[in-house]
């Protein structure tokens, strides 16, 4: 037996509205970074989705939209009203998808581990992502088995071992480590 909208799709039978929600079987809870060295990993994380090694979790990177916007806001305040600022909104050629930042597992070798990475446009428009932040998996020792599917907590590790959850990449020594938490 088809499933209804399956059997639409088959059919070719373009529905009027779309009621049909596909549902995302993800985790409900959210993850807030702070503190971090780049000031674009900041803010709350929703699982978006999942990978080959897990659960994702993204959020939009507006840093760009956030520099237009203090500018204007520069203008008004400081008496500039007549001023205006034209300035695009977002990266040149991505307009349609605001770049992200991303948490997830990748493999290191045979490993795994969570790694914070930020979408970049290279010169030709391609996105990439650029990995600055590591942290080891949370062990079922450190938390129940729900909360170790989440990225590794600042609190649960620094409490556990006495150090760092999550740490810089060698081209980013010098940058600090975010501290990261889940928001249930």
């Not at 840093?63 to 520069?74: E, G, N, P, S």
């Not at 989440?150 to 649960?156: E, G």
Request: hydrophobic share 35%.
């Amino acid at each position: 037996m088809m499933l209804l909208r399956a059997k639409e799709q088959a059919e070719g039978v373009i529905p009027e509205s779309v009621s049909v929600r596909v549902p995302l079987l993800s985790l409900q809870g959210r993850i807030v970074v702070t503190n971090a060295g780049d000031e674009d990993y900041n803010g709350i994380y929703h699982c978006t989705g999942t990978n080959g090694n897990g659960f994702l979790f993204s959020k939009p990177r507006f840093h760009q939209r956030h520099q237009t916007i203090r500018r204007i806001m520069d203008h008004e305040m400081n008496g500039y009203a007549g001023t205006t600022v034209n300035e695009e909104i977002f990266p040149d050629g991505n307009s349609d998808r605001p770049l992200r930042c991303v948490i997830c597992k990748r493999f290191s070798n045979s490993s795994t581990y969570w790694y914070m990475s930020k979408e970049v446009e290279t010169e030709d428009g391609a996105v990439r992502q650029e990995c600055s932040f590591w942290a080891h998996l949370m062990l079922r020792g450190m938390g129940t088995s729900d909360i170790c599917r989440y990225p590794s907590q600042t609190s649960a590790v620094f409490s556990r071992d006495g150090r760092e959850a999550w740490l810089a990449l060698s081209p980013n020594q010098t940058m600090q480590s975010p501290i990261v938490e889940l928001l249930v």
